[in-house]
C-alpha cells in the first residue's frame, strides 16, 4: 500500500490532523503535562483508527506550547498503536530539515505501519525555527524548494541517488536506507492562501494538501483549478492528482453549541501563539454552507463536506479539532459522531453508484 493511490470509487476519505500544540485549558486555566499531552494525540489516533477514519497526521512547530517538535517519533508510536488508519506529518517542514534524514524516518515509519506512512512536506509558519535550526530566513523560498525536491527524488529512486544543490552537500552514489514498504510513499506538497504555491505544486505533478481555515469554499475552488491547470501545462494528468483540504471541525448539537465548545480554544490558542486572536465573526459565518470551517450538527457540516466535494473533487479532508487546550473528552465525543454518522454519509454520497 506504500504507492497509495485515490480512486472515485473511494469517495471522500476523511481524516484528522493536530499540530501537537500543548497550550492551557482557556476556561479552566490549566495545561496538562506534556507527556500527557503526547499520549493523548497516541490515543487519539487509536480511536480514529477504531471508528474508521482514514488518516491521522501530526505536525512539528519548534517554539513554546507545542509538544511535538519530533513528530517522527510521535507518529513512531502511532504506527505502532494503529492498525489500519493511514499516518503522516501535517506537515514536515521541509525547509529546515535534512531530507534524506525525513525519508529515513518515514520509510522506517512505513515498516513499522506495514505501508500506512505519507509526508505532508511544508513551510513554516512559525519561523522560529529557522534561527533554532541553525537556517537564514532570508533563505526561505529557495531552501524549501530545493530540499522538496530534493525528497521527490529520493522517494522515486530505484538505486543509488547523485544530487547537488545549494544549501546541502552532495550526494554521490548514496544508496538510502530503509526503503518504504513497496519502494514509495505518498508525498505530498502543502499549500498555504497564495496561488503560486498551488502553481508549483501543480507544475510539479505532486498531490496538494491545501490548508483552509476560513473563508468562502469558492476561493479555495480557484485555488483548485488553478493547480489542475498548472499540471496540465506541464504535461501531468490532473484527474491522477490528488487534492486534499484541511481545516477546523467541530460537531456538536447546534451550531450554537459547537461555536461555543471550539471558538474559546481557537482563539486563545492563536492569541498565545500567533500574537492575535481568531476571528469571531468567521466562526458565525461558518453557518453558511459556503464557508469552510466545518463546525455544527452532524447534518449541517456532512451538508458543508459535501458542498465542498462537489466545488473541487477532493479526495480526502481532514479537520483540526484539538487546537488551544480541548478537552479530551470533547475530542472524544466528536470521534463518535464522526464514525456513527459522518463517514456513513461521505462514503454514502461521495462513492459513485
Known amino acids: 500500500m506504500a504507492d497509495y493511490t485515490f480512486t472515485k470509487e473511494k469517495?471522500?476519505?476523511?481524516?484528522?490532523?493536530?499540530?501537537?500544540?500543548?497550550?492551557?485549558?482557556?476556561?479552566?486555566?490549566k495545561r496538562i503535562s506534556a507527556g500527557e499531552r503526547v499520549r493523548e494525540i497516541i490515543e487519539l489516533a487509536k480511536l480514529a483508527d477504531q471508528a474508521g477514519l482514514d488518516f491521522f497526521s501530526v505536525g512539528e512547530s519548534h517554539q513554546e506550547y507545542f509538544a511535538t517538535q519530533a513528530h517522527a517519533?510521535?507518529?513512531?508510536?502511532?504506527?505502532?498503536?494503529?492498525?489500519?488508519?493511514?499516518?503522516?506529518?501535517?506537515?514536515?517542514?521541509?525547509?529546515?530539515?535534512?531530507?534524506?534524514?525525513?525519508?529515513?524516518?518515514?520509510?522506517?515509519?512505513?515498516?513499522?505501519?506495514?505501508?500506512?506512512?505519507?509526508?505532508i512536506a511544508g513551510r513554516a509558519s512559525r519561523v522560529g525555527l529557522f534561527e533554532l535550526l541553525g537556517y537564514d530566513i532570508r533563505d526561505y523560498?529557495?531552501?524549501?524548494?530545493?530540499?522538496?525536491?530534493?525528497?521527490?527524488?529520493?522517494?522515486?529512486?530505484?538505486?543509488?541517488?547523485?544530487?547537488?544543490?545549494?544549501?546541502r552537500n552532495p550526494l554521490r552514489e548514496a544508496e538510502i536506507l530503509p526503503q518504504?514498504?513497496?519502494?514509495?510513499?505518498?508525498?505530498?506538497?502543502?499549500?498555504?492562501?497564495?496561488?503560486?504555491?498551488?502553481?508549483k505544486a501543480g507544475k510539479a505533478g505532486v498531490p496538494m494538501m491545501m490548508a483552509m481555515l476560513g473563508g468562502p469554499v469558492e476561493v479555495f475552488q480557484r485555488q483548485v483549478e488553478t493547480y489542475r491547470d498548472a499540471a496540465k501545462s506541464a504535461g501531468h494528468d490532473p484527474d491522477s492528482l490528488p487534492v486534499a483540504a484541511a481545516g477546523f471541525f467541530h460537531v456538536a448539537d447546534t451550531h450554537e453549541q459547537a461555536k461555543a465548545e471550539l471558538y474559546p480554544y481557537i482563539n486563545a490558542g492563536m492569541q498565545l501563539t500567533n500574537n492575535r486572536g481568531f476571528p469571531e465573526e468567521a466562526f458565525d459565518q461558518a453557518r453558511d454552507v459556503r464557508s469552510v470551517i466545518?463546525?455544527?450538527?452532524?447534518?449541517?457540516?456532512?451538508?458543508?463536506?459535501?458542498?465542498?466535494?462537489?466545488?473541487?473533487?477532493?479526495?480526502?479532508?481532514?479537520?483540526?479539532?484539538?487546537?488551544?487546550?480541548?478537552?479530551?473528552?470533547?475530542?472524544m465525543r466528536n470521534i463518535d459522531v464522526i464514525g456513527e454518522k459522518i463517514l456513513p454519509a461521505l462514503r454514502k454520497y461521495t462513492k459513485p453508484s
Open 11 to 29: 469517495g471522500l476519505e476523511f481524516g484528522l490532523y493536530t499540530l501537537g500544540d500543548h497550550l492551557p485549558d482557556p476556561k479552566s486555566g
Open 141 to 167: 523560498e529557495a531552501l524549501y524548494e530545493e530540499k522538496f525536491d530534493l525528497l521527490l527524488q529520493l522517494n522515486e529512486a530505484t538505486g543509488p541517488v547523485n544530487w547537488r544543490g545549494d544549501y
Open 73 to 119: 517519533v510521535v507518529l513512531s508510536a502511532i504506527a505502532q498503536a494503529t492498525k489500519s488508519i493511514r499516518i503522516g506529518s501535517s506537515s514536515t517542514i521541509i525547509s529546515t530539515s535534512d531530507p534524506v534524514r525525513v525519508y529515513e524516518n518515514f520509510a522506517t515509519i512505513d515498516l513499522i505501519s506495514q505501508g500506512r506512512a505519507e509526508i
Open 294 to 331: 466545518n463546525i455544527g450538527s452532524p447534518e449541517a457540516v456532512i451538508e458543508k463536506l459535501l458542498h465542498q466535494h462537489e466545488a473541487y473533487g477532493h479526495q480526502r479532508y481532514i479537520g483540526q479539532m484539538d487546537f488551544g487546550g480541548v478537552p479530551f473528552s470533547q475530542l
Open 180 to 199: 518504504p514498504e513497496d519502494g514509495r510513499m505518498p508525498v505530498w506538497r502543502a499549500v498555504g492562501g497564495t496561488p503560486a504555491s498551488a502553481v
